[in-house]
């Protein structure tokens, strides 16, 4: 199984920015995903989850509104839209299967993790 987290970069405080994950190996539909984060000195941080149809998402607070998550099951591939981006943003976002189709929000319950992409944002 792969999760290929991409298209982190540098940019400025009130940038977009488009994350893309494209996983092999597991049956995609099946699976809700999810987005998470980790800032230098931080604990992994839940940042959005989509439920195996995409009818269903969630969001961590601080990116409520601001960030959006969508998945291409053809492609078995998902996204992590991010709008107005702040300097607390950055971070390594990680990609990540859950156990089934049920977004854990919870890290230790992720069946499957991707590499991360680093984001940073500055000011």
């Known amino acids: 199984v792969q999760l290929q987290a991409s298209g982190g970069g540098l940019v400025q405080a009130g940038d977009s920015l488009r994350l893309s994950c494209a996983t092999s190996?597991?049956?995609?539909?099946?699976?809700?995903m999810e987005w998470f984060r980790q800032a230098p000195g931080k604990e992994r941080e839940f940042v959005a989850g989509i439920r195996s149809r995409g009818t269903s998402t969630s969001y961590g607070d601080s990116v409520k509104g601001r960030f959006t998550i969508s998945r291409d099951n053809a492609k078995s591939t998902v996204y992590l839209q991010m709008y107005s981006l702040k300097p607390e943003d950055t971070a390594v976002y990680y990609c990540?299967?859950?156990?089934?189709?049920?977004?854990?929000?919870?890290?230790?319950?992720?069946?499957?993790w991707g590499n991360g992409t680093l984001v940073t944002v500055s000011s």
């Open positions: 190996g597991l049956t995609f539909m099946y699976y809700a």
């Open positions: 990540a299967a859950a156990a089934g189709d049920i977004v854990s929000r919870d890290s230790i319950t992720i069946r499957y």
